[in-house]
């Protein structure tokens, strides 16, 4: 609502200092700076105490790819020659299957086992671990996130680096 607010002024009244103007100057911007401040008071919350436990991510690494990596599985299999509409149902069967297992069960995902007990897929499973390698599904993410902290968050660090309490670093 402020941002209409502030708009509609700024396009009736070009900024002529006139009543309603001024108005939402007393009301907007104060509000603008008190709102950024509770964000930013939430990020410091959030990110101060932020442990990041490698474990449970090369866990979570090992337990969803699979899911992730049924499209890649198609389209490998549908280049040995597979039929697409086949190897989607088994996919689509296999997957179901294993989701159970992991829900109903609290067994560990074994997709990829079930995959390779499937004589279907027999043409392309000794190339599963290629196809499940984790840093296939990343993109260009590991190359922006290295670009965005060299460029950015560095000479941030650095130029405020005497009003930082205590030491800011940041390890990829």
């Given at each position: ?44 919350n ?98 922006q ?24 670093s940041?390890?990829?």
């Amino acid at each position: 609502m402020y941002e209409q607010s502030a708009h509609f002024t700024a396009s009736t009244q070009w900024m002529e200092r006139t009543l309603d103007d001024s108005a939402n100057r007393r009301i907007i911007i104060p509000d603008a700076f008190l709102t950024v401040d509770a964000i930013l008071i939430t990020l410091q919350n959030v990110s101060e105490g932020l442990v990041v436990y490698e474990a449970v991510i090369d866990k979570n690494l090992r337990e969803f790819p699979p899911f992730m990596a049924t499209e890649n599985i198609i389209v490998t299999m549908v280049a040995k020659g597979g039929d697409r509409q086949e190897c989607h149902e088994k996919i689509r069967v296999l997957s179901h299957e294993a989701t159970m297992g992991i829900k109903m069960e609290e067994k560990p995902n074994d997709l990829i086992e079930r995959i390779k007990n499937e004589p279907y897929f027999a043409p392309i499973v000794h190339m599963m671990d290629d196809i499940l390698d984790p840093s296939t599904y990343t993109g260009c993410a590991p190359q922006q996130v290295s670009e965005y902290i060299a460029e950015r968050v560095q000479p941030l660090l650095k130029r405020y680096e005497d009003q930082l309490e205590g030491s800011a670093s940041i390890n990829i």
